[in-house]
């Protein structure tokens, strides 16, 4: 606890035990509730309800819902209540995700890629059709991290719009001078737009002209930046097409005209081996700037490949494939993460939940590994990580664009479309999550003075992420307020103190501005009758 007099400095804190003997009743009830980590049969973890979203939230295949940064988990998530999709954190220590209130889009039915490049944080959200129509803003935003705070704010001039069409879906990537680059397929074209100048400034979006750029109206396109040992900078989009019964890659040498591409390397082709199902990332750590792309086939006979795993190695300039499951397996919307310290691809996918056997509809989310040696994934399903025993409806896993490690463990998130809930998977990798720090509570208001009835609205600024709020607006040991951000009217004239109770996982504090508020008689105003004539 500690106290500030009005407008001056932090006073010394009062003795911790006095403290809390005085708030035992108030802090156990700000503390975290259990989460109820699963019923039985269950696997994995319930996270927020995403209902009224228009679909399945953690899609596209391609697209990557979270990130890490600062020591947390970050996810773009929908919120049910407000009805539109906000940045959640991951609280380990509760194992929940906390809404931060901060918005990224307010429209239901889209879908969102999310890069962050480790200073910005940028997302590009879309209209979701798997047929095109014009008249929907595909938008980025972006955001700016406070470490202190640990919050993110939009940036100024954002979001800005980079095409105006409905697609299945969008990604994005950073190249290495700076430049953003969006992909997405539009009426049977690859397109390519990329940002000139500024993050806010895009060129007019064109076909890829490459090639192979006319797919079929199901097919889909990934981007993503990678750099050669010894060499230049560059991009690569992966894309499949199911008319040529080919994935084709195509690279793009940094800072070069939006002419050249080199679309010389096919990353695979025969009878049934393109299907709408592509999701990339690439080695640095090595320096090798090898991409790796997850992918699912067309075939239907069952020992086929159904899912695999393509490489793209720069100093060879050849890609070469493994098989991560078989058509027998039934997998479905694969996606790959590099854990780059113990050099492992995890594979993650959908697949049938028992005691059914087939389906690639939804059912129970499995993972495979392999040493980024071999990539030799073991025969079978894989290891169930996600699972709702009561309704086997699981799909559409995503997690990071990064590369991930024993310091960041391995956050998997999907969606069950029966119940519309998030479910989630944490692999610490080895590692140890981090402890949670008790919060240090502090807050600001505006306006402090003025006259009865007087409005004022709080704001808090507490640090080490508190996840419970209580606020006494006249310290006279009652909360009027449980919001993080209220606002309070004063009826009265007075000086009043006010008081903020934070907790989270570690513990509690509180802070006390003393005569912070100072309140005013009413204004009265003259009032005049009717003038005699003279």
Known sequence: MHIRNDRSGRHGRLPRLAGAIGLVALVGSLLPAPVALAEPGDIGIVGPSYAGSSGASSGEKPQSKLWWNDGIWWGNLWDADTADFHIHRLDLATNSWLDTGVRIDDRGGTRADVLWDGTKLYVASHRFSSTNTSGYAARLYRFSYNTATKSYTLDSGFPVTIHTYRVEAMVIDKDSSGTLWATWTQNSKVMVSHSTGSDSSWVTPYVLPVPGSTVDPDDIASVVSFRPSGGPGQVGIVWSNQVDSKVYFASHVDGAPDTEWDASKVALQGPGVADDHVNLKSVQSDGSGRV???????????????????????????????????????????????????????????????????????????????????????????????????????????????????????????????????????????????????????????????????????????????????????????????????????????????????????????????????????????????????
């Open 292 to 534: 790796y792309a997850a992918v699912k086939t067309s075939h239907t006979s069952g020992s086929a490949p159904l899912i695999m795993v393509l490489v793209f190695d720069p100093a060879t300039g050849q890609w070469s494939s493994s098989v991560a499951g078989r058509v027998s397996d039934s997998h479905t919307r694969p996606i790959v993460v590099i854990d780059d310290e113990s050099n492992v691809a995890h594979v993650v996918m959908t697949g049938p939940q028992p005691p059914s056997t087939s389906g690639q509809a939804g059912g129970t989310i499995y993972e495979k590994t392999a040493p980024l040696a071999t990539l030799d994934f073991a025969d079978g399903v894989g290891m169930p990580i996600l699972r709702d025993a009561d309704s086997p409806d699981m799909n559409d896993a995503t997690s990071t664009k990064q590369n991930v490690n024993s310091t960041t463990g391995l956050v998997i998130l999907a969606t069950n479309e029966t119940t519309d809930r998030y479910w989630w998977h944490f692999d610490p990798l080895g590692g140890t999550p981090p402890a949670p720090e008790p919060p240090v509570a502090a807050f600001s208001a505006t306006p402090t003075t003025g006259p009865a009835p007087l409005r004022v609205g709080f704001t808090d600024t507490s640090t080490n992420l508190p996840t419970s709020w209580a606020w006494d607006f006249d310290n006279d040991g009652t909360v009027d307020s449980t919001e993080r951000h209220p606002t309070f009217t004063y009826s009265a004239p007075g000086a009043y103190s006010v008081k903020l109770t934070v907790a989270n996982a570690a513990g509690a504090d509180d802070e006390v501005k003393v005569g912070y508020v100072t309140v005013g008689a009413a204004l009265t105003f003259a009032t005049f009758g009717p003038t005699a004539d003279a």
